[in-house]
């Protein structure tokens, strides 16, 4: 059974930083994508961040929105994807999710086998 679990949720004021974790298990050896979408009050859901673990070193991509930002990473022993984000805006105030699948493609949220329950991040000006 695949489970995401994500932590680190939290209220932050603009400008500061934060580190969401996202604990995977029962995955295959096909499922080499892993992320972060989230998604606003009455907004779409929307592709944060993406990894992707097929080659050495992993390839990244990031939503125009979060570039230079975000940085995702991945701990291989402790099978947990991270979102460092930095500079944190008000705009960032969603619920994160973390997801896993096999499109690496952050237009493509309906794509996305799994996703974990999210973790909400609020940023207060």
């Known amino acids: 059974q695949v489970q995401l679990e994500e932590s680190g949720g939290d209220s932050v004021q603009a400008g500061g930083s934060l580190r969401l974790s996202c604990t995977v298990s029962?995955?295959?050896?096909?499922?080499?994508?892993m992320g972060w979408f989230r998604q606003a009050p009455g907004k779409e859901r929307e592709g944060v961040a993406l990894l992707y673990i097929g080659t050495d070193p992993a390839l990244q991509i990031y939503g125009d929105s979060v570039k230079g930002r975000f940085t995702i990473s991945r701990d291989h022993v402790k099978s947990t994807v991270y979102l460092h984000m930095s500079d944190l805006l008000v705009d960032d105030t969603a619920v994160y999710y973390c997801?896993?699948?096999?499109?690496?493609?952050?237009?493509?949220?309906?794509?996305?086998?799994?996703w974990g329950r999210g973790t909400q991040v609020t940023v207060f000006p």
């Open positions: 029962g995955l295959t050896y096909m499922t080499k994508v």
């Open positions: 997801v896993a699948g096999r499109v690496f493609n952050l237009d493509s949220a309906s794509a996305f086998d799994y």
